[in-house]
Nanobody, 124 residues
Framework: QVQLVESGGGMVQAGGSPRLSCAAS????????MGWYRQAPGKEREFVAG????????DYADSVKGRFTISRDNAKNLVYLQMNGLKPEDTAMYYCNARRSAVLIPWTRDYGYWGQGTRVTVSS
């Protein structure tokens, strides 16, 4: 069973630049595409960013494009989400996701393994 543990959340002022981390275990890490999703209070979970197993391909939601950057370190089984220029509307629980690269499920679909989440609260 794949295990994912997120860290790096907390309370941040608008304009801040925190970095979220997700540590994966019990997985051949490079064989999994990794993603970040978020769920704001009263809203459905939504895709934020995704990265291929090799790290050579990334995808972003329009709402974060140009502000957030996803990256991964396959030697350490880590995936990161660098968030810049945070806005109050970025307040949410952020979840790490892992899915086998070979399955080719689009990021718009919930699929794969999930972490417990890390909360990010942006104050104006």
């Amino acid at each position: 069973q794949v295990q994912l543990v997120e860290s790096g959340g907390g309370m941040v002022q608008a304009g801040g630049s925190p970095r979220l981390s997700c540590a994966a275990s019990r997985v051949t890490f490079s064989s999994y595409d990794m993603g970040w999703y978020r769920q704001a209070p009263g809203k459905e979970r939504e895709f934020v960013a995704g990265i291929s197993g090799s790290g050579g391909s990334t995808d972003y939601a329009d709402s974060v494009k140009g502000r957030f950057t996803i990256s991964r370190d396959n030697a350490k089984n880590l995936v990161y989400l660098q968030m810049n220029g945070l806005k109050p509307e970025d307040t949410a629980m952020y979840y790490c996701n892992a899915r086998r690269s070979a399955v080719l499920i689009p990021w718009t679909r919930d699929y794969g393994y999930w972490g417990q989440g890390t909360r990010v609260t942006v104050s104006s």
